[in-house]
């Protein structure tokens, strides 16, 4: 697997799947100068296979390093969220 890279012009946060065309994707939307979190995609084919885990850590991790704060609105990124004060559940 590839890193997740940050696609603002898309919204979407991507992680390319290794020997295939095919990505992973968490959408958000920017809210009040944070991001939320929206949507979580990934293929059928690859389900099971710990891509959307791989996708969530990668997601949280490129956030912390830039600095923005998040809102969480997907259940799945929620369970795997890191204890940190960035990451604050809106309902």
């Keep these: 697997m590839s890193a997740v890279r940050d696609n603002p012009t898309e919204h979407r946060f991507e992680l390319p799947i290794d020997d295939s065309s095919e990505i992973a994707a968490v959408y958000y939307r920017i809210e009040g100068g944070r991001l939320v979190l929206t949507h979580t995609e990934v293929p059928q084919q690859f389900s099971g296979r710990g891509v959307g885990s791989r996708l969530a850590h990668g997601v949280f991790d490129a ?4 600095g923005r704060k998040v ?13 940190s004060r960035i990451f604050r ?3």
């Design 63 to 66: 956030i912390r390093v830039s």
């Design 71 to 83: 809102v969480l609105r997907r259940p799945f990124m929620g369970l795997l969220r890191a204890p």
């Design 89 to 91: 559940r809106r309902r």
